[in-house]
């Protein structure tokens, strides 16, 4: 069982970077098509064309990244229906069972702190993907008046939680809890 709160820093940080990249994918993209116009050999044309459709293909893993880590509708609709949409989308990717409960949180969040808890509830599930072999989950949050909650347990094959936490080189999942909770008085802890 987990229970996590992730750093405001990190997420806000990740998210400006991500809006970075992509600005910079469209203003490169724009360039290059508006070099295509030119009077140019035929071989140059191919290769700015080539070149310009890569540009499209990332920009486009770059969109999906940039949703991925928060997606418009977080705005538009706010924390417990984006997460309702990404658990049921993981539910069927992976053929598994996720029981989602909350509680006190009829009330919107501030945008931060939903982007951070989104973030969280992504991270966490991503580990369970990859290492747990779980095939059922429970995901609880709740707002208290001082703290927001979030638990997650799953039937999977588990880790040791003190070797992880005491590893000198963490995995990239890991090294982002460390350094966000290095960087924000939030509070994360992990149970066996």
Same mark, same amino acid.
């Given at each position: 069982m987990s229970s996590q709160l992730l750093?405001?820093?990190?997420?806000?940080g990740i998210?400006?970077?991500?809006?970075? +990249?992509r600005q910079t994918m469209?203003?490169?993209?724009?360039?290059?098509?508006?070099?295509?116009?030119?009077?140019?050999?035929?071989?140059?044309?191919? %290769?700015?064309? +080539?070149?310009?459709?890569?540009?499209?293909?990332?920009?486009?893993?770059? %969109?999906?990244?940039?949703h991925d880590l928060r997606p418009t509708m977080l705005d538009e609709l706010g924390l417990l229906p984006t997460l309702r949409w990404y658990i049921s989308r993981f539910a069927r990717r992976l053929d598994?069972?996720?029981? *989602?409960e909350t509680f006190g949180?009829?009330?919107?969040?501030?945008?931060?702190?939903?982007?951070?808890?989104?973030?969280?509830?992504?991270?966490a599930l991503t580990n369970i993907a990859r290492h747990a072999q779980a095939r059922r989950l429970l995901l609880h949050l709740e707002r208290t008046p001082?703290?927001?909650?979030?638990?997650?347990?799953?039937?999977?094959?588990? *880790?040791?939680?003190? %070797?992880?936490?005491?590893?000198?080189?963490?995995?990239?999942?890991g090294r982002a809890l460390r350094d966000a909770r290095a960087s924000h008085p939030a509070r994360r802890s992990l149970h066996d």
């Open positions: 750093g405001l820093p990190t997420a806000i998210a400006r970077e991500r809006t970075r +990249e469209q203003s490169a993209s724009l360039a290059l098509r508006k070099d295509l116009g030119l009077n140019l050999a035929p071989t140059s044309r191919e %290769r700015l064309a +080539e070149t310009s459709m890569l540009a499209d293909q990332m920009l486009q893993h770059i %969109r999906e990244l940039s598994i069972k996720v029981e *989602f949180l009829e009330d919107r969040l501030a945008a931060e702190i939903e982007t951070v808890l989104y973030r969280i509830v992504q991270e001082l703290r927001v909650i979030a638990v997650i347990e799953d039937d999977g094959i588990g *880790f040791d939680v003190q %070797r992880w936490l005491a590893a000198a080189t963490p995995g990239l999942g």
